[in-house]
């Protein structure tokens, strides 16, 4: 494997569906990354599964074992800087990770949230803007700073709300939308186009609108 090939970790804690995405999208003939680890906090989790499946490495350090967030972290940091990545992906990590841990990563560190931050930080993003009335919504890929869900946007798929929507129902079309542009920002940092200026996302050399760059699905 060529060397410029730039070495993601994936963090999980569920299913993976994203894990999956990004895994299929490393198999890709040129892919620009490939999945050097995956780590979940959960040893139920259905995405250790999936990368057994593709050959990937992959370990489990249960934050139950620990006193307190700082020596999960610290434990999580060993684990992710064993296979030197390049990249930090959340990919459905239902841990809030400690600033130690961010500034580790920083510039280099993305999560997925299912809403159009800066809306619906934190959980029930579904169902939150059904009730607001909303007439889209969807999800955001961005850099993670020490705010929850408030690092610079870097992508965001914007779905529009049908009549008679309900949470589950927009929550599975938000997720199509998530396994196509999480990739798609993992492929950019790669390629070494995608950065993080102070509080800001810069894609080509140009910085992005706060909200970064759209798609409407």
């Known amino acids: 494997m060529s060397q410029s090939v730039c070495k993601v970790a994936v963090l999980i804690s569920g299913s993976g569906s994203n894990l999956q995405a990004l895994l299929d999208a490393s198999a890709q003939a040129g892919a620009p990354f490939s999945v050097c ?6 040893p139920e989790a259905y995405g250790l599964t999936r990368a057994a499946e593709a050959g990937v490495t992959s370990s489990i350090i249960d934050h139950r074992e620990f006193p307190n967030r700082e020596d999960f972290d610290q434990a999580l940091i060993a684990e992710i800087d064993s296979c030197q990545p390049d990249l930090v992906v959340l990919a459905g990590f239902m841990r809030i990770l400690t600033p130690e841990f961010v500034r580790h990563y920083s510039g280099r560190l993305l999560n997925i949230h299912p809403s159009l931050l800066p809306k619906y930080q934190g959980l029930h993003t579904h169902q939150r ?5 909303d007439s889209e919504h969807g999800a955001t890929v961005h850099f993670v700073t020490e705010e ?4 610079p946007p870097i992508v965001q798929a914007v779905v529009p709300i049908k009549k008679g929507d309900t949470a589950d129902s927009l929550a599975k079309r938000v997720q199509v ?3 196509v542009i999480y990739p798609m920002a993992v ?5 070494k186009r995608l950065h993080m200026l102070d509080d800001r996302t810069q894609l080509d050399g140009e910085l992005l609108p706060r909200n970064g760059t759209r798609i409407h699905c």
């Open 177 to 179: 939308q998530e396994h």
């Open 187 to 191: 492929t950019w940092f790669a390629e």
């Open 37 to 42: 680890s995956v780590i979940s906090n959960k």
């Open 129 to 133: 803007a059904l009730d607001a009335g």
């Open 148 to 151: 929850l869900d408030g690092g």
